[in-house]
């Protein structure tokens, strides 16, 4: 029987065993019941059919996570047993199911009887632990009391269903053995006294439900896992008879006897990071003091130890022991101050504006306390006579002392171009004076330009220059000199350097000036220039603009600074204005040298928003916002107008003056006719005494008729002077009135007493003439030849259709003389009677009868047309009756 | 066949001096020979040469065990003045006059014996008993002293320090001594009874005191035998 067929029939015997008891449960069972599967391999897993014939081999079937395994995987070992055998390749836990097809209604019944399952726990091997590594870290004084290892692991772990723990294992001589376990990688053991000088055997075992695995052992003695406390008590102690040294003591973290401790040194300037390591070979075994050389004068130092067994590959080093700095007693300086000179034009015509600075010597060795300067001007050289040395005090701090990168003025003095000077200075500290440091300024015009093709470029957080120089034998050295604002530095550079790095604290977004001057024989030469950044920015703030003059109608100009050279942060490239007037926004951009523009096409009378933005490669930034607005007339329209409009008035006037000087007849006749004055007419001479001639009615019968021209003052003086003969005439007037037929008497019904009228009664005048004008008569041919005699029945009337007015025609004397003629034809009665005007006021009560009311008048007026065809209708009538009263009234008049 | 020496040949020093500057000389000596009288002449020297670098290897391990139990020995001794100081300081008045007094239970700390091995077998004897004292020292001061006291932990440590010396020399006597029996029987010590608490003062210093002059002799004696039995070891053989 095989070793594999024993676990079934144990497996069977006891499901029948538990068969006869009567607590079936299932009629499968697999085996193994709970297995632990290395991840990777194949497992078998048998089901065996217990206690039924319901079922055979042939009809079970596996099922793995729902999934019915493939047939071919499975293997019949007899009617009641079937395996399957699967690769597991998943870390992830699996059931494993046992089934039986239901061929029977007794296993669709029981369904829970016929199948099986096993949960598969699935761990990879635990893996070697490999690099163990061990420390024990000084606690106290004498105290090394835990062992702390570490080591790595490789592989796979399955965390979830078989973790793999860590034993550290560690044992010496007098079989004492210390475990710990834990699941991480390391592990501390604590060992009550540190077994120094014994021999320590340590080893970790990874073990899980597959096994365990052992690592290297460490069998060590046990100062090979020591890690000792820093020395203590570390005393640094200056030596003023040797300024360059420093004597270094301490106290070691344990006694020899546990074993020998060799020291690492190292010190640097403080501040620095710069360690400087003294060589092993420099250092003794077990020794507590050192003694430091070759440090710099008047420096501080820092200085840390530490220690480490001294035995080959036995323990670990220690911390470095806290720094511990002290100070090197001063010396004389042993280099020369850096001189240097700021050159300017003066305000002086030919001269120049020498600032001579300086900065300590680079082993200043102690605080500079003064300089001592001598300046060599052509004039001394020519008197040949020894210049006295300035002694120029330093008043420095100990903070101040300790950057020798600090520039000092020396002084400032004016040369004229056409000379030159030499100067010299000497540093001088506590202990002592300096090598001489001199620099020449020769004649302007004997500056050598030698520097050129100067370059510049930022790399890896630095300024890098480049230069070339024209000759070269008799360049002593090159000074590097970069200017920002008021901040000045300079670096001195060997006289084969064509290419150097600003060793200064360069910024971002700083512009810097920066030259490169040959220095020939001691003599300063003429730089070559530019200017760089280090890294450009955006502008911190754009330009401020604003009107340079009050705006246009239609243009405006802006004005703005450029921008601040600390806010610049790069290289404008480009200004862009922009403007609006309300939503639509304009821009218009322009070179960076440009600091005003014409904005033109504006709006007038419109408001207007603008600001400038800048702009560098790495950005722009907007300026402030001033808004302005046009004109709404140009500067001189208004005069212009205003100058226009009274030259036109002007003109005007002129014309009009011109006009009425020239046609003052004319406008006198339109607006102040001539009206004949009635009291000048000859007819106040005409008496009925006179004969009545039966004269032939001349052509024109009213020629005679005198117009009164004369104005109301006229009118009054003659009503005046006349006034006492009118009165005595009084009744023979108003006789002669009513008897020349004026009120009825168309020969005297003159419309131009109807106008003269119109000066005491304008309305009534006015109606008058009106009625003069359109009423006039035109006989069209009756006064042709007319006789006095002519029988009324030849006279013809008409009506005129002339709407022009009768002081018109009467520029025309014959067309006057015809109208007179025919109004002297025309009823007047009817219609208005006006010889009352003249009365006094005597005749008033007569002149009112006779001056109607002004509807009355109107209306007779009106009715004037009813009274003309009366008259057309019945001349012969209206004549005969006139004649009848007065009978040389057509003919009597006297000529005038 | 000398260019074939010259490629086939290769050897590395061996572990001293002598031998470094014998073998860099070799493949040139060799070199000049027919090959058989080469193989024959090496294996020659490797016969030679065999008894001589197994003996150095052994006594560099005695030098070495030697060493290690005498630099252990060096510390419990320093660490015994040091407890002693504490001992006495933490005896309360009169505690300088408590060394002064002798007690039979505590074994003198001379050592006995005229070979080494003998000496050393008394050395573990005396370790053996003296790791006795010290535990009822420690007993006796449990008693008396704070738990967190100084002088208690120094006790232990000088208690362990004396079992691990004990089984250092217990190897160097197996390695140096292998034909001598296993392990030096002794009688087992001799403690003295009930005390009071003056009595266990007096005997803790006493002991302490003892402990410390036995390691200095302990350590005059490695010394000795570290020149007398490593340097000599083919004659133990």
Known sequence: MSAGRLPLLMLAFLASASSTSGEITSHLVITPQSPVIQIGTNFTATCVITDTAETTADDLYWNLSQIIIPKNQYTKINESALSVTILVNSEKPEWLYCRSREKSPYISVNKGKFIHGILLTKVYPPDKPTNLTCIATQVKAFIFSNLKCFWETAGYHTKEMSPTTYTLHVEHMIDQVYNVSTKGNSAQVSMGVFPFHLLLDVWVVAHNHLGSKESEHLKKDADWFVKTNPPSGVKVLPDETLPTSLLINWTPPIVKDYFILKYHIRYCLNGSDNWINVPDVDIAEDIQSFRLQNLQPDAVYAIQIRCKNTKKDHGYWSDWSPRVTKE????????????????????????????????????????????????????????????????????????????????????????????????????????????????????????????????????????????????????????????????????????????????????????????????????????????????????????????????????????????????????????????????????????????????????????????????????????????????????????????????????????????????????????????????????????????????????????????????????????????????????????????????????????????????????????????????????????????????????????????????????????????????????????????????????????????????????????????????????????????????????????? | MKGECDMGMTFRPSETSSLLRTWALLPHFLCQLPVQTSLALLLLLLILLRSPTASSSRDQQCASSVQRTLKLTRLIHTESVDLIKTYRASQGDMSHLFCKVSIPDVPEPNISGLEPSERTESILRHLRVFSSHLRRVYEQQTDLQRPDSGLLVQLDTVGERNRGLEALLRNFYRDVFPNLQDWPAGAPASLPPAQNTFQQKVYGCVVLKTYKDFLLNVCRELRSMRSRVCRGRRNFL
């Open chain 1, 328 to 896: 090197t007693p001063e010396d004389r300086p042993t280099s020369k101050p850096d001189l240097w000179t700021i050159i300017a034009d003066s305000e002086h015509k030919n001269e120049r504006e020498v600032t001579l600075i300086c900065r300590d010597p680079v082993f200043s060795n102690g605080r500079i306390t003064s300089f001592n300067l001598e300046i060599q001007t052509q004039k001394e050289n020519i008197r040949n006579g020894s210049m006295a040395w300035d002694y120029i005090s330093v008043n420095r701090s100990v903070a101040d002392s300790s950057q020798s990168q600090m520039v000092t003025i020396l002084k400032k003095i004016s040369l004229p171009y056409q000379s030159y000077m030499m100067v010299h200075v000497t540093a001088i500290n506590s202990v002592g004076t300096s090598p001489q440091a001199s620099l020449g300024i020769p004649v302007k015009t004997h500056e050598r330009n030698l520097v050129e093709n100067l370059k510049v470029w930022p790399q890896e957080g630095q300024l890098f220059l480049k230069w070339n120089v024209t000759n070269n034998t008799s360049v002593t050295e090159f000074i590097v000199e970069w200017v920002s604002g008021i901040d000045i530095d300079w670096q001195r550079e060997k006289r084969n350097t064509r290419q150097a790095a600003l060793k200064g604290n360069i910024e971002k977004f700083i512009c810097y000036k920066i030259s490169v001057y040959p220095i020939y024989n001691g003599w300063k030469g003429k730089p070559a220039t530019i200017e760089a950044f280090l890294e450009e920015g955006a502008p911190l703030e754009g330009p401020s603009v604003r009107l340079n003059v009050k705006p246009g109608r239609n243009e405006a100009e802006l004005v703005w600074n450029g921008i601040p050279l600390h806010k610049r942060q790069g290289f404008i490239t480009n200004y862009t204005i922009f403007y609006s007037s309300g939503n639509e926004i304009r821009e218009i951009t322009v070179p960076a040298n440009i600091t005003s523009y014409v904005l033109t096409s504006l709006t007038g009378n419109t408001k207007y928003d603008t600001w400038i933005r800048a702009s560098t490669i790495r950005g722009s930034a907007n300026g402030t916002n001033h808004s302005f607005t046009t004109l709404k007339y140009a500067p001189g329209e208004i005069e212009m107008i205003v100058v226009g409009v009274s030259l036109s008035f002007l003109f005007v006037v002129l014309m009009t003056m011109l006009l009425c000087i020239y046609k003052r007849d004319m406008i006198k006749k339109n607006f102040w006719p001539w009206i004949p004055n009635p009291g000048e007419s000859t007819i106040v001479n005409w008496s009925p005494d006179y004969p009545l001639k039966p004269e032939t009615p001349k052509e024109n019968c009213l020629s005679d008729i005198s117009v009164l021209d004369m104005d109301v003052n006229d009118d009054k003086s003659v009503l005046e002077e006349d006034k006492t003969i009118l009165a005595l005439k009084k009744d023979k007037y108003l006789s002669e009135e009513h008897s020349s037929g004026i009120g009825g008497s168309s020969c005297m019904s003159s419309p131009r007493q109807s106008v003269s009228d119109s000066d005491e009664g304008g309305e009534i005048a006015d109606t008058t003439a009106s009625t003069v004008q359109y009423s006039s008569v035109v006989a069209s041919s009756g006064y042709k030849g007319q006789t006095p005699c002519v029988p009324p029945q030849q006279v013809i009337f008409s009506r005129s259709e002339s709407t022009q007015p009768l002081l018109d025609s009467e520029e025309n004397p014959d067309i006057v003389q015809e109208g007179s003629r025919q109004s002297q034809l025309f009823p007047q009665s009817p219609c208005f009677t006006h010889t009352a005007w003249n009365q006094d006021g005597a005749s008033s009560s007569k002149f009112n009868q006779l001056e109607m009311e002004p509807q009355e008048a109107l209306l007779s007026l009106d009715l004037c047309p009813l009274a003309e065809d009366s008259v057309l209708t019945t001349p012969a009538d209206r004549q005969s009756a006139p004649l009848s009263s007065y009978m040389p009234q057509l003919c009597g008049y006297r000529s005038q």
